[in-house]
């Protein structure tokens, strides 16, 4: 009889301790979105304001720089405040995980919008990632000069709006790996 009620106990214990680790996970979730969110949103925002101009001999004569001068900057925004709206959203099934312990319909949908919105935040920075190196390095062969030596200000904006968009992307694989741990603790 006694070995029984043993048994129980540790069974007990063991699901008390995967709950509590579902949890912790849950929570963990819930702080990498919010992070990866202000990181998605600031990026959008410093590339969106992202302006310089620059006189040319005369003030009448004056050369701008601008994102949306650039689609791929352009779609560098865009695809950042998608992914800044999604995450916000997000966040109320990160809070129902928090709460609940029976959420693995909800954790696929999230793993799929994930891996989805990984996909378009990576594709916005790489094409963006490829105009900055043109900006900082140019092109000798194609004739596409260098031009972060006159426009320093905005060569550093848009670089560091690049910087803010891949650590949203390693938080949004930390977020899907993190999911997928939880969802294989449940079986």
Known sequence: MKSGQAEIMETSKGIQKSGLMSRRIAILEFILRIVAFFNTIGSAILMGTTHETLPFFTQFIRFQAEYNDLPALTFFVVANAVVSGYLILSLTLAFVHIVKRKTQNTRILLIILDVAMLGLLTSGASSAAAIVYLAH???NKTNWFAICQQFNS????????????????VLLILLILLSAIALSRRH
């Open 137 to 139: 390095n140019g092109n």
């Open 154 to 169: 905005f060569c550093e904006r848009i670089s560091g709006s690049l910087i803010g968009s891949f650590i949203a992307i």
